[in-house]
């Protein structure tokens, strides 16, 4: 079994982005998976030696603003519960919302390894970018930019540390 990373945030955070990074380098999309799955995305990333199993849970995306809790618990909770480490993407230019808030909620009840990352970080000051992201409650916000790849290798490294 591979290590399973689970790309959760709520919509245009860059989830998409950080997935395609992870994954187009490598062995393509494992496929996504028929019948069940279907708002998910799986693929397969590398980085050294070690591989792992990436999924975007890009069923949050179409929904209306009140139906998040709902699609926590429908959706990304089945991604979560496949995750060895849950990544928690936030928009440092965005901020902290609201959204980012029931979502940190709802990940910090499952127990699961979780890193916060700041994404859209690039030329941005470090501390300016994350400082927000502290109220969150999950440890040191770490900044990434999924766009230009700034940071991204070493989050997966600290990710996979472990394994
Ligand atoms: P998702 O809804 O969470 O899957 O987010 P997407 O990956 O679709 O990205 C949403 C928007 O954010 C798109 O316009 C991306 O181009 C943009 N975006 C994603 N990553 C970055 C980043 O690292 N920096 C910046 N500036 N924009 C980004
Ligand atoms: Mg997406």
């Known amino acids: 079994m591979l290590p399973t990373l689970v790309l ?19 062995d ?15 693929g397969r990333g590398r980085v050294g030696t070690k591989p792992y199993l990436v999924v975007d849970t890009g069923g949050l995306e179409p929904v209306a603003k009140d139906g998040i809790l709902y699609e926590m618990a429908r959706q990304s909770r089945q991604a979560v519960d496949e995750a060895d480490v ?10 902290c ?9 709802q990940l910090r009840k499952t127990g699961k390894p979780i890193l916060l990352l700041v994404n859209k970080a690039e030329g941005m000051q470090r501390m ?10 999950l440890g040191e916000p ?7 790849g700034d940071n991204v290798n070493e989050v997966i490294e600290i990710a996979l540390e472990d394994f």
């Open 86 to 95: 849950v990544l928690f993407i936030v928009d440092g230019r965005a901020g």
């Open 28 to 42: 393509a999309l494992v496929a996504d998976q028929p019948g069940l799955t279907r708002d998910r995305h799986y």
């Open 128 to 137: 300016r970018v994350i400082a927000d992201f502290y109220e969150l409650g």
């Open 142 to 148: 770490i900044p990434i930019s999924s766009a230009h």
């Open 97 to 105: 919302t609201p959204q980012d808030t029931i979502i940190a909620e």
């Open 8 to 26: 959760v945030g709520r919509p245009n955070v860059g989830k998409s982005t950080l997935f395609n990074r992870l994954t187009r380098s490598r």
